[in-house]
C-alpha cells in the first residue's frame, strides 16, 4: 500500500488549535493573528491574565507554557497548539484553597492594586521551581521582568521569601 | 495594539520553510521566538503579508561543537543556551552575553540566532558576534552562504539577508585556553536596553604581553561596532593603567554622531563607553591564563 504523503504545508488566515489551559482540553478555530493573551481572555473568559504594554515589557501578562514562564502577548494562539498552559486561574486548588505562593501574597500585603499580580505570581512560580531557596537579590532580580508601580517591591519580596519557604517545608513532608 | 492581518504557516521541514519563504519574497518573514517582532507588529511597525513560523523545524535544534566554532541552530531558545552546562564551560562568554538579555521570560522563547537575524544595534548577540569575527549561515530554496559578521550587519535592524533567505545557524568562535573575556553593559533598569555594552578578548603571550584583542560594543552606533582602534593600542602591552587611559579615549571616538536620544546624550555615551572600556578589558585581562 502507498503511504500517504504528508499535505504541503500552506498559508492561512484562521487555524484549528488545541491547547490545554489549566487542565482542560479546549479546541478552537482562531484567525492566526489572535494573541496568546487575547485567546485566553476573550475566547476562554480567563481574564486573570492581564494586559498591560501589549509589548513585552511589563510582565503583567505572563503564564506558564510546558512550564516555562513566558509573555503570552508576545506570541500567538496558533503558537500554543498542542501545549500545555497554565494561567493564574490554575493556581488556587479544585475547593479554592489558595496556592501557597497566593497565601503568601496576601498575608505579607506583596499587592495593593494588583494588577500586576497575576503575572507577578506565575513569574514567582516558575522562579521558584527552578530554584526553591532564592536570595533576595535573586528574587528582585528574578522580578525585574514584573513591573508593578505600587507596592516599591518589598512585600512582594518579603511574600516570595515566605512561599519560598512553604513551598520547602512542603517539599519536605512529601519527601 | 494588535497585530496587523497576515497569513501564516507553521511547516515542520526547513525545505518546506525555504518553498514558503520563496512564494512571496518581498513581503514574508521568519518568526522564531518572536520576542523583538511580536512587538514591531503589535506596535504595527512591521506589517507583512505573511510569516512562516520557523518553531517546529526540530532539525534547527541543536548545538554542536565544531572545529574553531560553536554551531547554534535557528530554533535553539536563549534559555536553553544559559541552562546548558556544556555551554557554560566551553564558552563562558557566550553565556555570561546571554544572560543580560531581556529578562527570563524573554529568554524562555527568544532564540540565539533570532536575535542576530533582528540586529537590534543595542541587543548582546550581534555585538558578541562582533567581537569574536563570527559568522552566520543564510539559507534559501537555491542554497547556503556563510556571512561574516562584519559584513552581516549593515544598519539600524538591517543585516545582508537577502529576501527569500532565512539564518539557519551561527558560528560563535571558541575563546583560546589561555585568552581572558568579559561582557558588560550599563542599563538604566535591569533587563533593559543597555545604554552601552562592550564583550573583549585578550590574550597573553607567554611573557606576559598582549598578543591579540578583540573588542565590540553595542548601543554606540546603527550596527554592532569593532573597535580596532582600541584593539591596536593593547597590542603588546601588559594593559597597565595608562595603556587603558588610552584605549579608553580610543573607544569613546567610536561612539557615532547621532547617538544622542531622551534616554542618554552623546557625551554621556563616550563617558559610558570610554568607562566600561577600561572595565571590560581589566576584567578580561585579570581572567586570561598564563
Known sequence: MQEQEEETPVFTEESDIAVTVNGHRYEKRVPVRLLLSDFLRHDLHLTGTHIGCEHGVCGCCTVLLNGEAVRSCLMFAVQADGMVVTTIEGMAGTNSDLHPIQQAFQEKHGLQCGFCTPGIIMSVHAMLHENPNPSDEEIRHELSGNICRCTGYQNIVEAVKLAAERLRQQQREVQ | ?290
Open chain 2, 1 to 290: 495594539m494588535k497585530p496587523p492581518r497576515f497569513q501564516f504557516c507553521a511547516p515542520h521541514m526547513l525545505d518546506e520553510a525555504l518553498t514558503l519563504l520563496d512564494q512571496h519574497v518581498e513581503d514574508t518573514k521568519v518568526l522564531a521566538g518572536g520576542q523583538s517582532f511580536v512587538p514591531l507588529l503589535n506596535m504595527r511597525l512591521a506589517g507583512p503579508a505573511y510569516i512562516v513560523d520557523i518553531n517546529h523545524l526540530s532539525e534547527l535544534h541543536y548545538i554542536e561543537p565544531e572545529d574553531g566554532y560553536l554551531a547554534i541552530g535557528a530554533t535553539v531558545r536563549q534559555r536553553q543556551v544559559e541552562r546548558s552546562a556544556f555551554v557554560q564551560e566551553k564558552h563562558p562568554l557566550l553565556v555570561e552575553a546571554v544572560k543580560h538579555i531581556g529578562h527570563m521570560q524573554i529568554r524562555n522563547r527568544g532564540t540565539i540566532v533570532g536575535s542576530i537575524a533582528h540586529a537590534d544595534p543595542a541587543a548582546e548577540l550581534p555585538a558578541l558576534l562582533t567581537c569574536l569575527n563570527g559568522e552566520v549561515v543564510a539559507q534559501s530554496s537555491h542554497g547556503e552562504r556563510i556571512i561574516k559578521a562584519e559584513e552581516f550587519f549593515t544598519g539600524y535592524l538591517s543585516t545582508a539577508l537577502e529576501p527569500g533567505e532565512m539564518l539557519t545557524e551561527v558560528h560563535f568562535p571558541w575563546i583560546a585556553p589561555q585568552a581572558g573575556w568579559a561582557f558588560m553593559e550599563f542599563a538604566r533598569r535591569s533587563g533593559d536596553y543597555a545604554l552601552v555594552g562592550a564583550a573583549a578578548v585578550v590574550t597573553p603571550t607567554s611573557d606576559g604581553h598582549c598578543s591579540s584583542a578583540h573588542i565590540a560594543y553595542l548601543g554606540i552606533a546603527g550596527s554592532p561596532v569593532r573597535g580596532h582602534a582600541v584593539e591596536n593600542v593593547l597590542i603588546g602591552t601588559e594593559l597597565e593603567d595608562a595603556v587603558l587611559d588610552t584605549a579608553a579615549e580610543a573607544a569613546s571616538t567610536l561612539v557615532s554622531d547621532d547617538m544622542s536620544d531622551v534616554h542618554a546624550t552623546i557625551e554621556y555615551r563616550r563617558v559610558l563607553t570610554a568607562e566600561l572600556t577600561r572595565r571590560v578589558l581589566q576584567a578580561a585581562w585579570q581572567r586570561r591564563g598564563h
